[in-house]
C-alpha cells in the first residue's frame, strides 16, 4: 500500500502563500489523478485540486486562480502551491491516489489562515 506524507501546513496571515507537498513511497506515475482535498471543522472533506498522470488539471472555483497544483514524478511528489490565502482556506489538507485499482490517503496537514 502506497504511503503518503504531507508537509508544509502553518499559520499563515490572509494574502500570504504556502506550498504543501505530499511525498509518495512509491511511484506516482501509475495513479491516473493524484489530488489535494481539504476539510474544515464542521466540513465535508472537498476536492481543492486534481492532476492526471498526463499533466491535465481542474480545480475547485473557490481556489482557482490562486491555487496551483504540479507533480515531479521524479521525486514521487505532488506539491499545492497557495497564493492569496483567505481565512476561508483554513483546513486540514490531504492528499489522494487514484487508480482504477486502488486509491489512497495521507494523514494530513493543518493549512490555518489568520490574522
Known amino acids: 500500500q502506497v504511503q503518503l506524507v504531507e508537509s508544509g501546513g502553518a499559520l499563515v496571515q490572509p494574502g500570504g502563500s504556502l506550498r504543501l507537498s505530499c511525498a509518495a513511497s512509491?511511484?506516482?506515475?501509475?495513479?491516473?489523478?493524484m489530488g489535494w482535498y481539504r476539510q474544515a471543522p464542521g466540513k465535508q472533506r472537498e476536492l481543492v485540486a486534481i492532476?492526471?498522470?498526463?499533466?491535465?488539471?481542474d480545480y475547485a472555483d473557490s481556489v482557482k486562480g490562486r491555487f496551483t497544483i504540479s507533480r515531479d514524478n521524479a521525486k514521487n511528489t505532488v506539491y499545492l502551491q497557495m497564493n492569496s490565502l483567505k481565512p476561508e482556506d483554513t483546513a486540514v489538507y490531504y492528499c489522494n491516489a487514484l487508480s482504477h485499482l486502488r486509491a489512497a490517503w495521507g494523514r494530513g496537514t493543518q493549512v490555518t489562515v489568520s490574522s
Open positions: 512509491e511511484s506516482i506515475v501509475s495513479f491516473d489523478v
Open positions: 492532476i492526471s498522470s498526463g499533466g491535465g488539471t
